[in-house]
């Protein structure tokens, strides 16, 4: 059963609730940990996207935009766009690109945004960004919800506390970050 964690911070702020999240899928991803961003839509995505290529100089985290394909992966170290021309990767030496032998193991390490479900590879944890309840696998350890101080938010976030409270899954909740 998954456990979640909710990260309610001081400031209603979209920017530093995004900025937020990216310092924690930094984290996953320095750990070892491979994850889907859940967003509500493409404007969304795309924020977090770009958000991550600039949001700490020198800080490099693996990432693509997820529209349903599978991600566009590069060998060695060229940048690659996925086939519809969204997201990018790029990959480290001896990688190989999407469809070769040894590609789906690269895949599950780059961190996916979109507003789609997850890919059955990519469940493990999920940062929920949506203002949704997710869609929760039994492959699913981790979701991660960051909410701003907006009262939309905020009130979005109970609805989604209430469905995991009655679901079983154990809750935290983390304050003022």
């Not at 996925?82 to 997201?87: D, E, H, R």
């Amino acid at each position: 059963m998954a456990e979640v964690s909710f990260y309610i911070l001081p400031s209603e702020s979209l920017h530093d609730r995004h900025l937020f999240a990216c310092k924690l899928i930094e984290k996953a991803y320095r750990s070892g940990s491979f994850c889907y961003v859940l967003t509500d839509n493409a404007e969304q995505s795309q924020a977090i996207d770009d958000l991550l290529w600039t949001f700490r100089a020198g800080s490099f985290i693996p990432h693509q935009i997820y529209t349903g394909e599978p991600p566009g992966i590069a060998k060695d170290g060229v940048y690659a766009a996925s086939q519809s021309g969204t997201g990018a990767a790029i990959a480290k030496d001896g990688v190989y690109a999407a469809g070769s032998p040894g590609a789906n193991e690269t895949i599950e390490q780059v961190i996916l945004i979109g507003s789609a479900n997850p890919p059955e590879y990519c469940q493990k944890i999920l940062f929920n960004l949506s203002a949704h309840y997710p869609e929760v696998s039994p492959k699913t350890e981790r979701i991660l919800e960051i909410l701003d101080n907006s009262e939309t938010t905020k009130e979005a976030g109970r609805d989604r506390y209430r469905r995991y409270q009655k679901s079983g899954m154990p809750i935290t909740t983390h304050k003022n970050w």
